[in-house]
């Protein structure tokens, strides 16, 4: 990263932590705001060479990020509202949630907090039914391209127009 070993970028973030979930890559598109989420798995002491459970391109604009566990919370309801903001019929009829298994693992007892935020936010009784993933396929943005992610919370409305 930027001529030097991915440890050693890491290490100018976070001292001597090493690289975990907690402390993902954003992965921008472009020129855009908009990224992806790339997780460090395993490392390389000797290397300084660190495994990402997904491909970063190279010369991509990479930032280091910091989870707080209340902000990965309160992204499962912003999934949902966004979702329903863009949703092209009146109310879904199923809704289908997909969360990373890496956030699962963070959140630990707090993770049925996702589900029990989009539960709160329905406007009505609607079926609700989903999983843990390791990794999920979204766009960045509504009708934009699709990307791999990792650390995500993706909602999906069904129904009919």
């Known amino acids: ?20 979930a907690e402390h993902p890559l954003a992965v921008y ?6 990224y992806y989420m790339r997780v460090p798995n395993t490392y390389d002491l000797a290397s300084g060479s660190i495994n990402f ?3 970063i391109p190279e010369q991509a604009i990479i930032q280091v990020t910091d989870i707080s566990r209340d902000e990965v919370i309160a992204a499962a309801k912003t999934s949902f509202q966004t979702a329903l903001e863009h ?7 199923v809704i289908l949630l997909f969360s990373c298994c890496c956030r699962r693992w963070l959140l630990g007892t707090r993770a049925k907090e996702e589900y029990q935020l989009v539960k709160q936010a329905l406007p009505e009784d609607i079926p609700i039914c989903g999983f843990y993933t390791y990794g999920e396929f979204a ?3 509504p009708q934009g391209s699709t990307y791999y992610h990792q650390e995500t919370f993706v909602t999906l409305l069904l129904g009919t127009r």
């Open 87 to 93: 949703y092209p019929g009146t109310v879904p009829q």
């Open 29 to 34: 598109q472009g020129d855009s705001n908009r």
């Open 53 to 55: 459970l997904g491909d």
């Open 139 to 141: 766009p960045l943005e």
């Open 1 to 20: 990263m930027d001529g030097e070993p991915a440890l050693e970028f890491y290490k100018r973030y976070l001292g001597d932590r090493r690289p975990t």
